[in-house]
């Protein structure tokens, strides 16, 4: 058997940044938290949306983000002989994810989003990812377009509010 191939074309975004790369990790996780937010033991003790929403809402960033989780290729990829500090973030939020999947459970496919903070030359850092909408809306559905667009804004929103210095 199979599987049947949906062709997309994903659109990735690059924010340079004067800040050197501590500080723009700092300021991604002065926003989003420095601590991922447990989604799933909140899930498990909450049996109702209106209070998950509430407890949920109450790890929210100010651009309306909070921490997943991180990874930290910048400490192994030093071993394949790369000497740049690399860190691939995850954040989200289910009460902006539930506008999308409530009209496609299959853009959760790329909700949370993937955030990638990389050092550069000269004392800089970029943040790239790639945008929201064109990887989440593969086939007509203006609904989910429409909520996947209003994500793409607020993520571009925290993308140029961290990277400014």
């Known amino acids: 058997m199979t599987g049947v191939e949906i062709p997309f074309t994903g659109v990735r975004l690059r924010f340079d940044s004067t800040r050197n790369f501590a500080s723009l990790v700092d300021a991604l996780l002065a926003d989003v938290g420095r601590q ?3 989604i799933e033991a909140i899930a498990a003790r909450r ?3 209106a209070s998950y929403e509430r407890e949920v809402q109450d790890h929210v960033g100010p651009h309306g983000f909070m921490l997943f989780a991180s990874f930290d290729h910048g400490g ?3 071993k394949a002989g790369i000497d740049r500090q690399v860190l691939r973030v995850i954040v ?3 009460l902006i994810a539930i506008t999308m999947l409530r009209h ?3 853009a959760g496919l790329f909700a949370p989003v993937e955030l990638l903070l990389t050092e550069e030359d000269g004392d800089r850092s970029a943040l790239t990812y790639v945008r ?3 990887l989440m809306v593969v086939e007509p559905n203006p609904p989910l377009l ?3 667009v209003a994500l793409d804004t607020k993520l571009a929103a925290l993308a140029a509010s961290i990277t400014e210095s």
């Open 132 to 134: 929201p909408s064109s």
């Open 104 to 106: 496609d459970v299959t």
């Open 36 to 38: 991922p937010v447990p």
């Open 92 to 94: 989200g939020n289910p």
């Open 146 to 148: 429409e909520a996947a």
């Open 47 to 49: 049996h109702d949306w």
């Open 76 to 78: 192994w990829i030093k």
